[in-house]
């Protein structure tokens, strides 16, 4: 294998004293493409450095003339690396402890599907209390501590939500120490998990970050696109690797693989013999006494615990006694969840007021408290520390350890405690204090650290302090100051998303200000205004993270809500997004028609500014109609407000110039905004015109690949750190021209099949046509598979006949395919010839040879 000689390459330049622009200027090509030579990025992984264009070759003969080197110098053989071995075995990594039930019985059925390895997903789905997470942890604690062959992964939803530390947790377990950007953590964990080795991941508590169905949320949806996909992925197949999960809901997303590849455990009551049995260990005495306990509540298995721990701690074990607990106040709908609070009734009178007070604080905290949050509320007195005032950390110990061994508490964390949702919903209605009251006691002590009005955070720890901060004020009631952390604390979208990437955050965090997580019920307590301000930006997080139709709905929302408030900015500004967004998805018609209006509605509002973007977008989306010389007027049109092009607006005009061939004036707008977008901090908006100058590159008729792949390497520093599913797509698309040009079939392979799923499953269809017109141009290439990749490639592009430039390229694409085997190839010649003649497409005249050939 070949290497280039980056170090040699460097060492002479400094020798020379020469800086990196005067190299580059001695050898003819631009810095970056120099540094990247300098740099070592041209040696590739599995293949190293492989001249396969007249540029490279020439810029290499450059370099070995104007610096003095040796060609056999600059470029040298090198032996393969040799693969690390593989590793002996794998220990268990918890990264939460799942609370282990204090007496197990029976389940033998579920424990023998969850040891049967051939099932690639598993879903244990039961209402609250029956038994899930005990059921894992059972099976997991059989498994051992290893070594195994495989990893296992045990991570709790209920003990943290947050999606993205759930990925980088995963991804260093799975993927080695190597450090990994937030952004590639997804894919770099799924590409771990397909390996090869029999892992085991296991979610529990997933119904923390799926739908409930409450309003007009989806339930059993999971909120975060990655975790989405990795699912999907897993239920697709991932090597030998098998994913367990617990649920309330059931999983939707996988619903179409279910009985299949995906095995759905629903969990019912407990027999009577095995509640028997259960009541007996918790120290009740054996009798007829004990099986019209378990038909009392369903053998319903929290219940039971709740009982049997109740009986045999205060009843001395009497099961006649316990037959005395009221069970039939309809105090909830559900009939288990009522019979268990009657059972929590009795509990709560025997327990000690300091007892029943610690409970009910750890209520109010779903993921748990440690001692020292505990100890903050007891100092400070009144209605919050109830019971508990004057107590200090080691007094409140202790009661802690009494709380667990009665089966009312459990250890999330070696220092933090917490308590099932169920318990935990019945004691929350005993805090004999207002839960405000107490979550003003932690945001006292989180503001103590933050200065909220400072710049925009930077460092993560900081960033997860600022939003614990803001989810306490708003439970302290405080909405208002609520929304000021989020707006000028964190700095709303324009900081968290367009400049920290942070978009699984702040979508998290915009969430709690939705009754339900429903974006059409955003808290009353706050302004129309604010309230639109949050779900616009709520549509924003969604879109980049892939979610178009949560988008969407949220654009919808907004307009309403602004609608409301009169605000004609506002309109256009929600149209506009809107109209983004269906783009993205393949609505062309639609796209237009709310691209017009929002144009018109800016007109109304004499907002110049706002008419140009409206009218480029519009412009953009009359180009993907193929109605080019409507787009070329309406672009003049936008031009002719008087607001300079910038940023999308200009990499729409880029787009389409290039298109039509107009490779010089589309570099130049692209060039034109860098230095703007780099000084307000717009790294998003770098990456999407990286991408196109990286198309810029391959333009013409001397393609760069090599300036190309610079390109590349600068827009991915955008999605490494974010994952922005639409740029992560365009970086799929460069890649796989990049392959194409240089003719590393394997890798173009490779980065098409990558971006078509991405595509298919976040729905952007405007994406997934051009990627199977890839997969057709790689199969010509290659000669293999070419008739299929042909009818899937028309069958996509039919499917959506509006995209006109797709359409053209997959008919001219297939033409050529039936040339090439045989088949009939002059009616989709002809077809393409028309399109692409509409479309002053700059390839029509290699339509046009196809077409003599027929």
């Not at 300098?38 to 007249?54: D, H, I, L, M, P």
């Amino acid at each position: 294998m070949l290497r280039f000689n980056h170090e040699l390459l460097a060492r002479i330049r400094t020798e020379l004293n020469l800086t990196q622009e005067a190299a580059a200027a001695a050898v003819g090509v631009d810095v970056r493409t120099y540094r990247r030579y300098e740099s070592g990025a041209v040696n590739e992984a599995a293949e190293g450095f492989v001249v396969r264009n007249a540029s490279r070759r020439r810029l290499l003969t450059q370099l070995c003339r104007e610096l003095g080197i040796a060609e056999d110098e600059l470029v040298v053989a090198v032996e393969e690396d040799v693969p690390a071995p593989a590793r002996e075995g794998w220990r268990p990594c918890h990264a939460h402890t799942l609370p282990r039930a204090r007496h197990f019985v029976g389940r033998e059925d579920g424990l023998m599907l969850l040891r049967e390895r051939t099932r690639r997903v598993i879903a244990v789905v039961a209402i609250g209390g029956a038994g899930k997470t005990s059921l894992v942890e059972r099976y997991v604690a059989e498994l051992g501590e290893g070594p195994h062959p495989g990893g296992i992964f045990v991570w709790s939803f209920y003990d943290d939500t947050r999606v993205e530390a759930f990925f980088a947790r995963a991804t260093g377990y799975f993927a080695g120490e190597v450090e990994v950007a937030a952004g590639d953590r997804p894919q770099v964990l799924q590409q771990a998990l397909a390996a090869g080795a029999p892992h085991l991941l296991v979610l529990d508590g997933l119904e923390a970050v799926q739908g409930s169905g409450s309003g007009e949320t989806t339930y059993g949806r999971l909120a975060d696109g990655a975790l989405r996909r990795l699912l999907m992925a897993a239920v697709r197949g991932l090597g030998a690797t098998r994913v367990l999960l617990t649920s309330r809901f059931e999983p939707t997303d996988l619903q179409a693989w279910d009985g299949q590849e995906l095995t759905t455990v629903r969990l019912g009551g407990l027999s009577p013999a095995e509640g028997s049995t259960l009541l007996e260990r918790w120290g009740l005495v054996a009798g007829a006494t004990l099986q019209p306990l378990v038909d009392r509540v369903g053998g319903h298995a929290l219940s039971l615990a709740m009982l049997g721990s109740y009986a045999g701690t205060f009843l001395g074990g009497d099961g006649e006694r316990a037959q005395a607990i009221a069970l039939e106040p309809a105090a909830r709908d559900d009939v288990l969840a009522r019979r268990l609070l009657a059972v929590l009734a009795a509990y709560a009178r025997a327990l000690a007021p300091e007892e029943r007070d610690v409970v009910a604080r750890l209520a109010l905290f779903p993921a748990g408290a440690d001692v020292p949050l505990l100890a903050r509320i007891a100092a400070a007195g009144g209605d919050a520390a109830g019971a508990l005032a004057g107590f200090e950390a080691a007094q409140i110990v202790p009661i802690l350890a009494r709380l667990e061994r009665l089966g009312l508490v459990a250890h999330a964390a070696p220092q933090r405690w917490t308590a099932h949702p169920f318990v935990a919903e019945y004691f929350r209605s005993l805090l004999g204090a207002p839960p405000e009251a107490i979550h003003e006691v932690e945001r006292e002590h989180l503001l103590a650290s933050l200065t909220v009005h400072a710049p925009g955070p930077q460092a993560h720890d900081r960033l997860d302090t600022y939003e614990a901060l803001l989810i306490h004020t708003l439970r302290a009631g405080r909405v208002s100051e609520a929304a000021s952390i989020y707006f000028r604390g964190l700095g709303g979208f324009s900081h968290l998303g367009l400049q920290l990437g942070a978009m699984s955050r702040g979508a998290r965090i915009v969430r709690e200000f939705a009754t339900g997580g429903d974006p059409a019920r955003m808290l009353a307590a706050l302004g129309v205004g604010r309230r639109a301000r949050l779900v616009y930006d709520w549509g924003l997080y969604a879109g980049a993270l892939g979610d178009l139709a949560l988008a969407s709905r949220c654009f919808r929302i907004h307009g309403a809500l602004v609608r409301e408030e009169g605000s004609l900015e506002g309109l256009t500004t929600s149209l506009r997004a809107l109209a983004y967004t269906e783009r993205l998805a393949g609505s062309l018609t639609e796209a237009l028609q709310l691209a017009e209006t929002a144009a018109d509605v800016a007109i109304r509002a004499q907002s110049p500014g706002d008419a140009a973007r409206a009218l480029a977008l519009q412009a953009r989306v009359l180009h993907d109609l193929g109605r080019v010389d409507t787009a070329d007027a309406t672009f003049e049109q936008a031009r002719g407000l008087g607001d300079r092009p910038f940023a999308r607006r200009s990499f729409w005009a880029a787009e389409h110039a290039l298109a039509l061939g107009r490779v010089t004036a589309a570099q130049a707008e692209v060039e034109g905004n860098l230095a703007g977008l780099h000084e307000l901090g717009w790294a998003g908006h770098r990456a999407h015109a990286e991408t196109i100058l990286g198309q810029v590159a391959l333009a013409g008729d001397e393609p760069d690949p090599d300036r190309a792949s610079l390109h590349l390497v600068h827009a991915r520093e955008w999605t490494t750190a974010t994952g922005e599913i639409e740029v992560v797509l365009r970086c799929h698309e460069l890649e796989a021209q990049i392959c194409l040009a240089e003719r590393r079939f394997a890798d173009a392979e490779r980065a098409i099949r990558g971006g078509l799923t991405l595509a298919e499953t976040c729905g952007f269809g405007l994406f997934a046509g051009v990627f199977k017109n890839l997969a057709l141009t790689r199969a010509l290439e290659v000669g293999t598979g070419v008739a299929e990749a042909a009818a899937r490639a028309v069958a996509a592009a039919r499917a959506q006949p509006t995209a006109a430039w797709n359409l053209a390229d997959a008919l001219h694409l297939a033409g050529v395919a039936a040339l090439t085997t045989g088949t009939p190839a002059r009616e989709l010649l002809a077809e393409a010839e028309r399109l692409r003649a509409g479309l002053r497409h700059p390839q029509l005249a290699a339509t046009r040879a196809a077409l003599a050939r027929t």
